[in-house]
Protein backbone atom coordinates (compact mmCIF):
# COMPACT_ATOMS: atom_id res chain seq x y z
CA UNK A 1 0.00 0.00 0.00
CA UNK A 2 1.31 3.84 -0.73
CA UNK A 3 2.22 6.13 1.96
CA UNK A 4 0.62 8.76 -0.24
CA UNK A 5 -2.36 9.04 2.71
CA UNK A 6 -3.11 7.86 5.80
CA UNK A 7 -6.57 6.18 6.93
CA UNK A 8 -6.21 9.35 9.64
CA UNK A 9 -6.43 11.50 7.32
CA UNK A 10 -8.87 9.67 5.18
CA UNK A 11 -10.86 9.90 8.52
CA UNK A 12 -10.38 13.08 8.57
CA UNK A 13 -11.59 14.43 5.29
CA UNK A 14 -14.90 11.89 5.10
CA UNK A 15 -15.91 13.92 8.66
CA UNK A 16 -15.16 17.40 7.41
CA UNK A 17 -17.72 16.02 4.44
CA UNK A 18 -20.43 14.35 7.06
CA UNK A 19 -19.70 10.94 5.96
CA UNK A 20 -19.89 8.37 7.77
CA UNK A 21 -17.40 5.44 6.74
CA UNK A 22 -17.04 1.67 7.99
CA UNK A 23 -14.17 0.42 8.62
CA UNK A 24 -13.22 -1.85 5.27
CA UNK A 25 -14.53 1.89 3.47
CA UNK A 26 -11.46 3.32 4.79
CA UNK A 27 -9.51 0.59 4.35
CA UNK A 28 -10.45 0.66 0.57
CA UNK A 29 -11.01 4.57 0.12
CA UNK A 30 -7.44 4.84 1.42
CA UNK A 31 -6.02 2.87 -0.97
CA UNK A 32 -8.09 4.63 -4.20
CA UNK A 33 -6.72 7.83 -2.97
CA UNK A 34 -3.92 6.66 -2.93
CA UNK A 35 -3.42 5.52 -6.09
CA UNK A 36 -5.42 8.90 -7.32
CA UNK A 37 -2.41 10.84 -5.46
CA UNK A 38 0.10 8.55 -7.26
CA UNK A 39 -1.31 9.51 -10.36
CA UNK A 40 -1.33 12.78 -9.64
CA UNK A 41 2.31 12.75 -8.39
CA UNK A 42 3.17 11.85 -11.97
CA UNK A 43 2.49 15.54 -13.32
CA UNK A 44 4.56 17.03 -10.09
CA UNK A 45 7.48 15.36 -12.23
CA UNK A 46 7.36 17.64 -15.04
CA UNK A 47 9.43 20.90 -15.36
CA UNK A 48 6.82 23.56 -15.09
CA UNK A 49 9.33 27.05 -13.92
CA UNK A 50 8.25 28.48 -16.80
CA UNK A 51 5.10 28.19 -16.74
CA UNK A 52 2.79 30.72 -15.18
CA UNK A 53 -0.47 29.56 -12.83
CA UNK A 54 -3.06 29.24 -14.61
CA UNK A 55 -6.92 29.31 -13.08
CA UNK A 56 -8.63 29.99 -15.94
CA UNK A 57 -7.49 29.25 -19.44
CA UNK A 58 -9.66 32.09 -20.62
CA UNK A 59 -7.42 35.59 -20.93
CA UNK A 60 -10.27 37.64 -19.44
CA UNK A 61 -10.71 39.58 -16.74
CA UNK A 62 -13.77 41.89 -15.73
CA UNK A 63 -16.87 40.25 -16.68
CA UNK A 64 -19.78 42.14 -14.81
CA UNK A 65 -23.23 41.61 -14.69
CA UNK A 66 -25.76 44.66 -14.60
CA UNK A 67 -26.80 45.06 -10.87
CA UNK A 68 -30.62 44.26 -12.31
CA UNK A 69 -33.28 42.00 -10.60
CA UNK A 70 -34.15 38.86 -12.81
CA UNK A 71 -37.05 36.42 -11.67
CA UNK A 72 -36.92 34.28 -9.32
CA UNK A 73 -38.04 30.56 -9.56
CA UNK A 74 -40.67 29.47 -8.22
CA UNK A 75 -40.39 28.25 -4.23
CA UNK A 76 -43.30 25.33 -4.38
CA UNK A 77 -41.97 24.12 -7.14
CA UNK A 78 -38.37 24.27 -5.53
CA UNK A 79 -39.32 22.75 -1.77
CA UNK A 80 -41.64 20.09 -3.76
CA UNK A 81 -38.24 18.87 -4.64
CA UNK A 82 -36.97 18.82 -1.40
CA UNK A 83 -36.83 15.59 0.91
CA UNK A 84 -38.47 17.61 3.26
CA UNK A 85 -40.22 21.16 3.77
CA UNK A 86 -41.83 23.33 6.74
CA UNK A 87 -43.44 26.87 6.48
CA UNK A 88 -41.72 27.29 2.70
CA UNK A 89 -38.24 26.19 4.24
CA UNK A 90 -36.11 23.71 3.10
CA UNK A 91 -36.00 21.59 6.75
CA UNK A 92 -32.72 19.79 7.34
CA UNK A 93 -31.62 17.33 10.29
CA UNK A 94 -29.41 19.46 12.80
CA UNK A 95 -25.95 20.24 11.38
CA UNK A 96 -22.89 18.99 14.11
CA UNK A 97 -20.28 21.64 13.69
CA UNK A 98 -20.23 25.63 14.01
CA UNK A 99 -22.08 27.70 10.74
CA UNK A 100 -18.70 29.20 9.07
CA UNK B 1 -6.34 63.85 24.21
CA UNK B 2 -7.03 60.80 26.80
CA UNK B 3 -9.40 58.61 26.64
CA UNK B 4 -10.61 56.98 29.59
CA UNK B 5 -8.04 53.96 30.90
CA UNK B 6 -10.40 50.94 31.36
CA UNK B 7 -12.13 50.49 34.31
CA UNK B 8 -13.06 47.13 34.19
CA UNK B 9 -9.84 44.91 33.82
CA UNK B 10 -7.96 44.38 36.54
CA UNK B 11 -4.30 45.78 36.96
CA UNK B 12 -1.73 44.66 35.15
CA UNK B 13 -3.43 43.31 32.06
CA UNK B 14 -4.04 44.63 28.52
CA UNK B 15 -6.72 43.99 25.76
CA UNK B 16 -5.82 43.05 22.59
CA UNK B 17 -9.01 42.81 19.65
CA UNK B 18 -9.08 42.21 16.28
CA UNK B 19 -12.33 42.51 14.72
CA UNK B 20 -13.98 40.88 11.79
CA UNK B 21 -17.17 43.28 10.39
CA UNK B 22 -19.44 41.46 7.89
CA UNK B 23 -20.87 44.42 5.93
CA UNK B 24 -23.93 43.74 3.39
CA UNK B 25 -23.57 45.49 0.48
CA UNK B 26 -26.76 47.58 -0.36
CA UNK B 27 -26.83 46.12 -4.49
CA UNK B 28 -30.86 45.33 -5.79
CA UNK B 29 -29.09 42.00 -6.77
CA UNK B 30 -27.03 39.31 -5.33
CA UNK B 31 -23.42 38.63 -5.22
CA UNK B 32 -24.13 36.21 -8.80
CA UNK B 33 -27.26 36.14 -9.66
CA UNK B 34 -30.31 38.66 -10.04
CA UNK B 35 -32.53 37.56 -7.40
CA UNK B 36 -33.14 40.83 -5.36
CA UNK B 37 -30.93 41.85 -2.11
CA UNK B 38 -34.23 42.14 -0.31
CA UNK B 39 -33.92 42.20 3.37
CA UNK B 40 -37.99 40.64 4.84
CA UNK B 41 -39.06 38.65 2.18
CA UNK B 42 -41.07 35.87 2.62
CA UNK B 43 -38.94 32.73 2.86
CA UNK B 44 -37.39 31.38 -0.13
CA UNK B 45 -39.04 33.98 -2.44
CA UNK B 46 -35.70 35.26 -3.88
CA UNK B 47 -33.88 32.43 -5.00
CA UNK B 48 -32.57 30.89 -8.43
CA UNK B 49 -30.23 28.03 -9.69
CA UNK B 50 -27.50 30.11 -8.74
CA UNK B 51 -27.89 31.01 -5.34
CA UNK B 52 -29.48 27.31 -4.32
CA UNK B 53 -26.11 25.98 -6.42
CA UNK B 54 -28.35 23.60 -8.48
CA UNK B 55 -26.02 21.62 -11.54
CA UNK B 56 -25.22 23.28 -14.27
CA UNK B 57 -25.59 27.02 -12.99
CA UNK B 58 -22.75 29.41 -13.54
CA UNK B 59 -21.92 32.33 -11.84
CA UNK B 60 -21.37 36.11 -12.78
CA UNK B 61 -20.45 38.64 -10.60
CA UNK B 62 -22.47 42.12 -10.31
CA UNK B 63 -20.18 44.76 -11.35
CA UNK B 64 -22.38 47.18 -8.70
CA UNK B 65 -21.41 45.04 -5.78
CA UNK B 66 -17.49 45.13 -7.00
CA UNK B 67 -17.70 49.20 -7.55
CA UNK B 68 -19.26 49.02 -3.82
CA UNK B 69 -16.74 46.84 -2.00
CA UNK B 70 -13.79 49.06 -4.36
CA UNK B 71 -15.38 52.50 -3.13
CA UNK B 72 -15.08 50.93 0.74
CA UNK B 73 -11.32 50.04 -0.01
CA UNK B 74 -10.59 52.59 -0.49
CA UNK B 75 -12.68 54.99 1.91
CA UNK B 76 -10.25 52.46 4.28
CA UNK B 77 -7.32 54.17 2.77
CA UNK B 78 -6.81 50.47 1.32
CA UNK B 79 -4.76 49.65 -2.09
CA UNK B 80 -7.19 48.38 -4.51
CA UNK B 81 -5.48 45.38 -6.04
CA UNK B 82 -6.27 42.77 -8.75
CA UNK B 83 -8.35 39.93 -7.03
CA UNK B 84 -9.85 36.44 -7.54
CA UNK B 85 -12.61 34.85 -5.53
CA UNK B 86 -12.06 31.47 -4.52
CA UNK B 87 -13.86 28.45 -2.69
CA UNK B 88 -14.06 27.71 0.59
CA UNK B 89 -15.55 24.45 1.39
CA UNK B 90 -17.68 23.15 3.74
CA UNK B 91 -20.38 20.93 4.87
CA UNK B 92 -23.04 23.42 6.32
CA UNK B 93 -27.18 23.81 5.03
CA UNK B 94 -27.05 27.43 5.10
CA UNK B 95 -24.87 26.87 2.24
CA UNK B 96 -26.91 24.43 -0.68
CA UNK B 97 -23.49 24.65 -2.88
CA UNK B 98 -21.16 23.17 -0.11
CA UNK B 99 -19.06 26.23 -0.62
CA UNK B 100 -18.75 29.85 0.22
CA UNK B 101 -18.23 31.67 -2.91
CA UNK B 102 -14.98 34.29 -1.28
CA UNK B 103 -11.69 35.58 -1.70
CA UNK B 104 -8.44 34.31 -0.06
CA UNK B 105 -4.57 34.81 -0.75
CA UNK B 106 -5.81 37.66 -3.68
CA UNK B 107 -8.60 40.06 -1.73
CA UNK B 108 -9.75 43.16 -3.57
CA UNK B 109 -8.76 45.58 -0.83
CA UNK B 110 -5.96 45.41 1.40
CA UNK B 111 -3.80 47.15 3.96
CA UNK B 112 -5.86 50.05 5.27
CA UNK B 113 -6.80 51.76 8.30
CA UNK B 114 -9.29 53.97 9.98
CA UNK B 115 -8.56 56.84 12.28
CA UNK B 116 -10.63 57.30 15.26
CA UNK B 117 -11.87 61.05 16.22
CA UNK B 118 -8.90 60.75 18.87
CA UNK B 119 -6.18 59.89 16.26
CA UNK B 120 -5.36 56.23 17.42
CA UNK B 121 -5.13 54.70 13.79
CA UNK B 122 -6.80 51.13 13.31
CA UNK B 123 -5.03 48.65 10.94
CA UNK B 124 -7.16 46.94 8.38
CA UNK B 125 -5.76 44.07 7.43
CA UNK B 126 -8.25 43.27 4.32
CA UNK B 127 -11.54 44.16 3.29
CA UNK B 128 -12.88 41.19 0.92
CA UNK B 129 -15.93 40.33 -1.41
CA UNK B 130 -17.27 37.27 -0.60
CA UNK B 131 -21.26 35.99 -0.32
CA UNK B 132 -23.45 35.62 2.51
CA UNK B 133 -25.04 32.68 3.39
CA UNK B 134 -28.70 31.42 4.25
CA UNK B 135 -30.44 31.83 7.08
CA UNK B 136 -31.30 28.75 9.25
CA UNK B 137 -33.80 28.98 12.27
CA UNK B 138 -33.30 25.88 14.67
CA UNK B 139 -36.30 24.38 15.73
CA UNK B 140 -36.95 22.73 19.16
CA UNK B 141 -34.48 22.74 22.35
CA UNK B 142 -35.43 26.35 22.90
CA UNK B 143 -33.87 27.87 19.66
CA UNK B 144 -30.05 26.83 20.34
CA UNK B 145 -28.36 24.98 17.50
CA UNK B 146 -26.99 22.05 20.33
CA UNK B 147 -30.23 20.69 21.33
CA UNK B 148 -32.26 21.50 18.01
CA UNK B 149 -34.59 18.45 16.66
CA UNK B 150 -34.11 19.94 13.46
CA UNK B 151 -33.06 22.91 10.93
CA UNK B 152 -35.30 24.72 8.52
CA UNK B 153 -33.35 26.82 5.97
CA UNK B 154 -34.24 30.26 4.34
CA UNK B 155 -31.98 30.70 1.35
CA UNK B 156 -32.87 34.24 0.65
CA UNK B 157 -30.07 35.51 1.87
CA UNK B 158 -27.82 33.35 0.29
CA UNK B 159 -25.46 35.18 -2.41
CA UNK B 160 -25.94 38.11 -0.68
CA UNK B 161 -23.16 40.42 -1.55
CA UNK B 162 -21.00 40.91 1.88
CA UNK B 163 -17.45 42.75 2.59
CA UNK B 164 -15.94 41.77 5.26
CA UNK B 165 -13.46 44.05 7.16
CA UNK B 166 -10.42 42.28 8.97
CA UNK B 167 -8.54 44.85 11.07
CA UNK B 168 -5.34 44.20 12.73
CA UNK B 169 -5.28 43.19 16.41
CA UNK B 170 -4.51 46.19 17.53
CA UNK B 171 -7.63 47.89 19.36
CA UNK B 172 -6.30 47.98 23.01
CA UNK B 173 -9.82 49.43 24.66
CA UNK B 174 -13.35 48.57 24.74
CA UNK B 175 -13.57 52.22 23.94
CA UNK B 176 -11.36 51.73 20.84
CA UNK B 177 -13.24 48.48 19.31
CA UNK B 178 -16.61 50.89 19.76
CA UNK B 179 -15.54 53.60 17.98
CA UNK B 180 -13.85 52.01 15.27
CA UNK B 181 -17.24 49.94 15.16
CA UNK B 182 -19.25 53.22 15.30
CA UNK B 183 -16.29 55.01 12.80
CA UNK B 184 -17.06 52.07 9.61
CA UNK B 185 -20.47 52.68 10.07
CA UNK B 186 -19.87 56.11 9.49
CA UNK B 187 -18.27 55.66 6.28
CA UNK B 188 -20.67 52.81 5.01
CA UNK B 189 -23.60 55.37 5.68
CA UNK B 190 -21.28 58.45 3.95
CA UNK B 191 -20.24 56.60 0.95
CA UNK B 192 -23.87 54.63 0.73
CA UNK B 193 -23.12 51.24 0.02
CA UNK B 194 -24.67 49.42 2.91
CA UNK B 195 -27.47 50.42 5.29
CA UNK B 196 -25.00 49.28 8.12
CA UNK B 197 -27.73 47.91 10.44
CA UNK B 198 -26.97 45.86 13.14
CA UNK B 199 -29.74 45.11 13.96
CA UNK B 200 -31.05 43.76 11.10
CA UNK B 201 -27.90 42.07 10.58
CA UNK B 202 -26.89 44.17 7.33
CA UNK B 203 -23.59 45.09 9.73
CA UNK B 204 -22.38 41.82 11.79
CA UNK B 205 -19.37 41.97 14.11
CA UNK B 206 -17.06 38.77 15.40
CA UNK B 207 -14.37 39.80 17.94
CA UNK B 208 -11.96 37.98 18.48
CA UNK B 209 -10.37 38.89 22.07
CA UNK B 210 -7.61 38.07 24.11
CA UNK B 211 -5.51 39.60 26.75
CA UNK B 212 -1.78 39.84 27.72
CA UNK B 213 0.19 41.43 30.75
CA UNK B 214 0.60 45.37 30.55
CA UNK B 215 3.74 45.84 28.43
CA UNK B 216 4.37 42.27 26.34
CA UNK B 217 4.09 42.57 22.92
CA UNK B 218 3.10 38.69 22.63
CA UNK B 219 -0.56 37.52 20.65
CA UNK B 220 -1.84 34.75 23.17
CA UNK B 221 -4.73 32.26 22.66
CA UNK B 222 -7.63 34.55 21.61
CA UNK B 223 -11.38 33.51 21.43
CA UNK B 224 -14.07 34.65 18.62
CA UNK B 225 -17.65 35.97 19.86
CA UNK B 226 -20.08 35.87 18.09
CA UNK B 227 -23.99 36.72 18.07
CA UNK B 228 -22.95 40.43 18.72
CA UNK B 229 -25.96 42.33 17.77
CA UNK B 230 -25.13 45.96 18.79
CA UNK B 231 -22.07 48.23 19.74
CA UNK B 232 -23.14 47.88 23.39
CA UNK B 233 -23.41 44.37 23.54
CA UNK B 234 -19.96 44.31 21.61
CA UNK B 235 -18.34 46.00 24.71
CA UNK B 236 -20.32 43.81 27.11
CA UNK B 237 -19.19 40.80 25.32
CA UNK B 238 -15.80 41.54 25.28
CA UNK B 239 -15.37 42.75 28.41
CA UNK B 240 -16.43 39.22 30.00
CA UNK B 241 -14.65 37.50 27.43
CA UNK B 242 -11.41 39.38 28.95
CA UNK B 243 -11.88 38.83 32.08
CA UNK B 244 -12.91 35.12 31.80
CA UNK B 245 -9.58 35.03 30.54
CA UNK B 246 -7.42 36.71 33.06
CA UNK B 247 -9.25 34.63 35.96
CA UNK B 248 -7.59 31.18 33.99
CA UNK B 249 -4.68 32.84 33.98
CA UNK B 250 -5.11 33.31 37.48
CA UNK B 251 -5.83 29.91 38.69
CA UNK B 252 -2.52 28.86 36.59
CA UNK B 253 -5.14 27.87 33.29
CA UNK B 254 -5.32 29.13 29.50
CA UNK B 255 -8.41 29.63 27.37
CA UNK B 256 -8.45 27.66 24.72
CA UNK B 257 -9.13 28.53 21.36
CA UNK B 258 -12.31 28.37 20.46
CA UNK B 259 -15.55 29.90 18.97
CA UNK B 260 -17.88 31.26 22.10
CA UNK B 261 -21.52 32.80 21.49
CA UNK B 262 -22.78 36.05 23.68
CA UNK B 263 -26.24 35.83 25.25
CA UNK B 264 -26.75 39.36 25.40
CA UNK B 265 -29.74 38.24 27.91
CA UNK B 266 -27.97 36.49 30.43
CA UNK B 267 -24.58 38.58 30.13
CA UNK B 268 -22.13 35.72 29.11
CA UNK B 269 -20.74 33.76 26.27
CA UNK B 270 -20.65 30.00 25.93
CA UNK B 271 -18.40 27.78 24.24
CA UNK B 272 -19.66 26.80 20.69
CA UNK B 273 -18.36 23.74 19.32
CA UNK B 274 -14.82 23.96 17.67
CA UNK B 275 -14.27 25.45 13.98
CA UNK B 276 -12.49 23.85 11.20
CA UNK B 277 -8.68 24.87 10.55
CA UNK B 278 -8.46 27.27 7.61
CA UNK B 279 -6.51 23.78 6.00
CA UNK B 280 -9.55 22.49 6.43
CA UNK B 281 -11.67 24.70 4.22
CA UNK B 282 -9.77 23.85 0.81
CA UNK B 283 -9.71 27.09 -0.59
CA UNK B 284 -9.05 27.35 -4.09
CA UNK B 285 -9.96 29.73 -7.24
CA UNK B 286 -13.43 29.67 -8.03
CA UNK B 287 -12.84 28.23 -11.62
CA UNK B 288 -16.25 29.95 -13.17
CA UNK B 289 -15.28 33.32 -12.53
CA UNK B 290 -12.73 35.45 -13.72
CA UNK B 291 -10.19 37.54 -12.08
CA UNK B 292 -11.24 41.00 -11.38
CA UNK B 293 -8.77 43.67 -12.53
CA UNK B 294 -9.08 47.08 -11.81
CA UNK B 295 -7.65 49.57 -13.81
CA UNK B 296 -5.27 52.51 -12.46
CA UNK B 297 -8.37 54.88 -14.12
CA UNK B 298 -11.06 52.77 -12.44
CA UNK B 299 -9.68 53.39 -9.14
CA UNK B 300 -8.99 57.12 -9.58
CA UNK B 301 -12.18 57.62 -10.72
CA UNK B 302 -13.67 56.01 -7.28
CA UNK B 303 -11.21 58.47 -5.40
CA UNK B 304 -12.72 61.42 -7.35
CA UNK B 305 -16.34 60.32 -6.49
CA UNK B 306 -15.62 59.68 -3.28
CA UNK B 307 -17.62 61.83 -0.83
CA UNK B 308 -16.22 64.16 1.86
CA UNK B 309 -15.69 61.07 5.05
CA UNK B 310 -16.26 61.34 8.63
CA UNK B 311 -12.61 62.06 10.17
CA UNK B 312 -11.61 64.54 7.19
CA UNK B 313 -15.42 66.55 8.45
CA UNK B 314 -14.32 66.36 11.58
CA UNK B 315 -10.70 67.84 11.05
CA UNK B 316 -12.25 70.22 8.71
CA UNK B 317 -14.39 72.06 11.82
CA UNK B 318 -11.89 71.33 13.99
CA UNK B 319 -9.77 73.91 12.28
CA UNK B 320 -12.42 77.06 12.63
CA UNK B 321 -12.93 76.12 16.44
CA UNK B 322 -10.70 77.13 19.35
CA UNK B 323 -9.48 73.52 20.96
CA UNK B 324 -9.76 75.21 24.31
CA UNK B 325 -13.22 75.38 24.25
CA UNK B 326 -14.69 72.93 22.31
CA UNK B 327 -13.84 69.57 22.56
CA UNK B 328 -13.17 66.65 20.40
CA UNK B 329 -16.69 64.91 21.15
CA UNK B 330 -18.23 67.91 20.47
CA UNK B 331 -17.19 68.06 17.04
CA UNK B 332 -17.55 64.14 16.50
CA UNK B 333 -21.37 65.04 17.53
CA UNK B 334 -21.96 67.66 15.21
CA UNK B 335 -20.19 65.30 12.44
CA UNK B 336 -22.89 62.38 13.41
CA UNK B 337 -25.52 64.33 13.08
CA UNK B 338 -24.90 66.22 10.01
CA UNK B 339 -24.46 69.76 11.35
CA UNK B 340 -20.48 70.60 10.24
CA UNK B 341 -21.50 71.67 6.83
CA UNK B 342 -24.16 74.26 8.34
CA UNK B 343 -21.13 75.25 11.01
CA UNK B 344 -18.92 75.86 8.55
CA UNK B 345 -20.70 77.69 6.23
CA UNK B 346 -22.30 80.15 9.53
CA UNK B 347 -18.30 80.58 11.05
CA UNK B 348 -17.67 81.49 6.68
CA UNK B 349 -20.31 84.40 7.05
CA UNK B 350 -18.92 85.71 9.86
CA UNK B 351 -20.79 83.93 12.88
CA UNK B 352 -18.33 83.56 16.26
CA UNK B 353 -17.01 80.13 16.00
CA UNK B 354 -17.82 79.03 19.57
CA UNK B 355 -21.12 80.46 19.77
CA UNK B 356 -21.99 78.68 16.67
CA UNK B 357 -20.99 75.64 18.15
CA UNK B 358 -22.55 76.03 21.14
CA UNK B 359 -26.03 76.36 19.59
CA UNK B 360 -25.60 73.63 17.83
CA UNK B 361 -24.53 71.33 20.02
CA UNK B 362 -27.21 72.49 22.75
CA UNK B 363 -29.69 73.85 20.82
CA UNK B 364 -30.08 72.34 17.49
CA UNK B 365 -30.37 68.36 18.80
CA UNK B 366 -33.26 67.49 16.42
CA UNK B 367 -33.53 65.44 13.51
CA UNK B 368 -34.64 67.78 11.16
CA UNK B 369 -32.96 71.24 10.83
CA UNK B 370 -32.95 71.59 6.95
CA UNK B 371 -34.68 74.64 6.98
CA UNK B 372 -32.12 76.67 8.39
CA UNK B 373 -29.69 78.30 6.02
CA UNK B 374 -26.49 79.23 6.84
CA UNK B 375 -26.78 82.56 6.23
CA UNK B 376 -30.20 82.70 8.59
CA UNK B 377 -28.44 80.77 10.92
CA UNK B 378 -24.95 83.42 11.03
CA UNK B 379 -27.25 86.26 11.41
CA UNK B 380 -29.02 84.78 14.60
CA UNK B 381 -25.12 84.09 15.69
CA UNK B 382 -24.20 87.94 15.46
CA UNK B 383 -27.10 88.81 16.36
CA UNK B 384 -26.44 87.16 19.83
CA UNK B 385 -22.30 87.49 20.01
CA UNK B 386 -23.54 92.26 19.29
CA UNK B 387 -25.93 92.05 22.44
CA UNK B 388 -29.12 92.19 20.17
CA UNK B 389 -30.13 89.08 21.42
CA UNK B 390 -30.16 87.64 24.94
CA UNK B 391 -29.41 83.82 24.84
CA UNK B 392 -32.09 82.74 25.97
CA UNK B 393 -34.16 85.19 23.29
CA UNK B 394 -31.62 83.45 20.82
CA UNK B 395 -32.69 80.16 21.76
CA UNK B 396 -36.49 80.77 21.31
CA UNK B 397 -35.65 82.15 17.62
CA UNK B 398 -33.57 79.51 16.44
CA UNK B 399 -36.31 76.76 17.65
CA UNK B 400 -38.85 79.17 15.64
CA UNK B 401 -36.53 78.74 12.84
CA UNK B 402 -36.01 74.89 12.87
CA UNK B 403 -39.82 74.83 12.18
CA UNK B 404 -40.39 77.43 9.70
CA UNK B 405 -37.25 78.21 8.39
CA UNK B 406 -37.30 82.00 8.74
CA UNK B 407 -34.87 84.85 9.39
CA UNK B 408 -34.14 86.03 12.82
CA UNK B 409 -34.86 89.24 12.37
CA UNK B 410 -38.71 89.11 11.65
CA UNK B 411 -39.00 86.69 14.08
CA UNK B 412 -37.07 88.16 16.86
CA UNK B 413 -39.73 91.60 16.07
CA UNK B 414 -42.47 89.43 16.11
CA UNK B 415 -42.07 88.74 19.90
CA UNK B 416 -41.04 91.69 20.91
CA UNK B 417 -37.24 90.88 21.05
CA UNK B 418 -35.93 93.93 19.10
CA UNK B 419 -33.68 96.00 19.99
CA UNK B 420 -34.44 99.23 21.40
CA UNK B 421 -34.73 102.00 19.10
CA UNK B 422 -31.31 104.05 19.33
CA UNK B 423 -32.80 107.10 20.65
CA UNK B 424 -34.62 105.55 23.39
CA UNK B 425 -31.23 104.05 23.99
CA UNK B 426 -29.06 107.28 23.76
CA UNK B 427 -31.45 108.66 26.29
CA UNK B 428 -30.87 105.94 28.68
CA UNK B 429 -27.40 106.09 28.46
CA UNK B 430 -26.93 109.68 29.13
CA UNK B 431 -29.25 109.18 32.41
CA UNK B 432 -27.06 106.25 33.39
CA UNK B 433 -24.18 108.37 32.91
CA UNK B 434 -25.19 111.31 34.94
CA UNK B 435 -26.45 108.96 37.51
CA UNK B 436 -22.95 107.10 37.66
CA UNK B 437 -20.25 110.10 37.70
CA UNK B 438 -17.29 108.31 39.16
CA UNK B 439 -17.64 105.03 37.14
CA UNK B 440 -17.76 107.37 33.76
CA UNK B 441 -14.55 109.44 35.12
CA UNK B 442 -13.06 106.07 35.49
CA UNK B 443 -14.04 105.50 31.91
CA UNK B 444 -12.94 108.12 29.99
CA UNK B 445 -9.86 108.77 31.87
CA UNK B 446 -8.54 105.33 33.36
CA UNK B 447 -6.56 102.59 31.76
CA UNK B 448 -7.59 100.19 28.64
CA UNK B 449 -8.36 97.76 32.19
CA UNK B 450 -10.51 99.90 33.87
CA UNK B 451 -12.10 101.24 30.81
CA UNK B 452 -12.93 97.88 29.91
CA UNK B 453 -14.49 97.03 33.14
CA UNK B 454 -16.37 99.94 32.99
CA UNK B 455 -17.78 99.41 29.54
CA UNK B 456 -18.94 95.85 30.82
CA UNK B 457 -20.44 98.06 33.95
CA UNK B 458 -22.41 100.58 31.44
CA UNK B 459 -23.43 97.33 29.22
CA UNK B 460 -24.60 95.60 31.75
CA UNK B 461 -26.78 98.31 33.62
CA UNK B 462 -28.50 98.76 30.06
CA UNK B 463 -29.16 95.23 29.18
CA UNK B 464 -30.64 94.73 33.33
CA UNK B 465 -33.06 98.00 32.96
CA UNK B 466 -33.79 96.99 29.16
CA UNK B 467 -34.13 92.91 30.06
CA UNK B 468 -31.95 92.14 27.43
CA UNK B 469 -33.19 94.12 24.64
CA UNK B 470 -30.42 96.88 24.09
CA UNK B 471 -28.00 96.06 21.29
CA UNK B 472 -24.73 95.99 23.10
CA UNK B 473 -22.50 97.05 19.89
CA UNK B 474 -25.39 100.14 19.88
CA UNK B 475 -24.63 100.48 23.50
CA UNK B 476 -21.00 100.44 23.16
CA UNK B 477 -21.05 103.09 19.95
CA UNK B 478 -22.95 105.59 22.38
CA UNK B 479 -20.72 105.29 25.48
CA UNK B 480 -17.55 105.81 22.80
CA UNK B 481 -19.28 108.70 20.99
CA UNK B 482 -20.13 110.08 24.59
CA UNK B 483 -16.26 109.78 25.91
CA UNK B 484 -14.76 111.15 22.64
CA UNK B 485 -17.61 114.13 22.83
Not at chain 2, 121 to 134: L, S
Not at chain 2, 381 to 409: D, F, H, N, Y
Request: proline residues 6%.
Amino acid sequence: MSDRITRDEVIHVARLARLELAPDEVDAFTEQLARVLEHAADVESLEVDDVAPTSHPLPLANVYRADEVTPSIDRDEVLAQAPFAEDHMFRVPPVLGEEP
Amino acid sequence: MTWSIEPTLPEGWELVVGLEVHVELATATKLFCGCANRFGSEPNTNICPVCLGLPGSLPVINGTAVKYAMLLGRALQCEVRPSVMARKNYFYPDMPKDYQTTQYDQPTNSDGELMLADGFTVGVERAHIEEDTGKSTHVGGGGRINDAVHSLVDYNRAGVPLVEIVSHPCLDTIEHAKAYVSGLRDILLAIGVSDARMEEGSMRVDANVSVRPVGSEELRTRCELKNINSIRSMGRAIEYEALRQIDLYSNGESPRQETRHWDEAAGRSTPGRSKEDADDYRYFQEPDLVPLVPSAAEVAAIDDAMPALPSARRSALRQLVPAVSVSVEVIATLVDRGQDELAIAAIGKGADPEKVVTRLQHDLAVDDFSKITAGAFADLIRMETSGELTATQAKQVLSEMVETGGEPRPIAESRGFEAMPTDDLAGLVDQLIADHPEEWSRFVGGDDGDRKKMQGFFTGQIMSSTKGQADGRAVADLLAQRSAG
